[in-house]
């Protein structure tokens, strides 16, 4: 069965810092994959989505991830932080389940920046 | 605007009261869902709907049926809701292609005392 992973529950990085957030699938072709991010109290936007062509994709916000093939690997970064990316982000994956496109999610980081 | 909607945003009742959840959206979408959110547990899928009148269970359906009468809505329900089915519900569109992103309501949070 797919599964996906987020490794880190919390993450705590200062205001202009870097991130980045692991995530992790098991699966044995190409599956889409996908960031998105839930700010409290509100539901899930999409940031980026992969699912062929440049390994490295940029989204919205100045999010970019790297799928790497080799490690089953779809990290998240940024360069820099700002306070208003503090909020739970979530992995996920989509895959060919009985004629439709099923997407798992994985159990999401909670990004905290302190000033 | 391209939304979908979900009401009601906060509910509280009792053990065994059936209650029902609405989702609508107004973006003509083919795949509807429902997901439950639970701390440490992430999304998980309890229902979803392909097209009108096509519905499949998601990988935790017990407790929960669904319809889909219309392609604008999917409500959840909640026959006789129990309190491990507090949690915080989302619903969520998309077109049929897989590999569109889902486009999700602002979630009701549900406590069954």
């Known amino acids: 069965a797919q599964s996906v992973t987020q490794p880190d529950i919390h993450i705590t990085v200062s205001e202009g810092a870097s991130l980045e957030l692991r995530c992790n699938y098991s699966y044995g072709a190409t599956p889409y994959l996908f960031w998105y991010v839930q700010s409290p109290g509100q539901g899930l936007q999409l940031l980026l989505k992969y699912f062929s062509g440049d390994t490295l994709v940029q989204g919205i916000k100045g999010f970019e991830a790297e799928f790497k093939r080799s490690q089953s690997s779809f990290n998240l970064r940024k360069p820099s932080v700002h306070w208003s990316d503090a909020a739970e982000y979530f992995c996920?994956?989509?895959?060919?389940?009985?004629?439709?496109?099923?997407?798992?999610f994985g159990t999401g980081t909670k990004l905290q920046v302190i000033p | 605007e391209a939304q979908v909607t979900q009401n009601p945003r906060y509910l509280i009742t009792v053990t065994g009261k059936k209650l029902t959840v609405t989702c609508s959206q107004n973006m003509n979408h083919e795949y509807m869902s429902w997901y439950r959110q639970d701390p440490g547990l992430g999304l998980r899928q309890i229902y979803y709907s392909m097209n009108v009148e096509v519905t499949d269970k998601g990988d935790v359906p017990e407790g929960y049926k669904v319809s889909r009468k219309e392609k604008r809505n999917f409500p959840l329900i909640l026959e006789s809701p129990s309190p491990n089915q507090t949690s915080l519900y989302f619903c969520?569109?998309?077109?049929?292609?897989?590999?569109?992103?889902?486009?999700f309501g602002s979630g009701t949070q549900l406590s069954v005392l």
């Open positions: 996920a994956v989509g895959l060919n389940s009985g004629g439709y496109q099923k997407v798992t």
């Open positions: 969520a569109s998309r077109p049929a292609q897989g590999r569109e992103k889902l486009f």
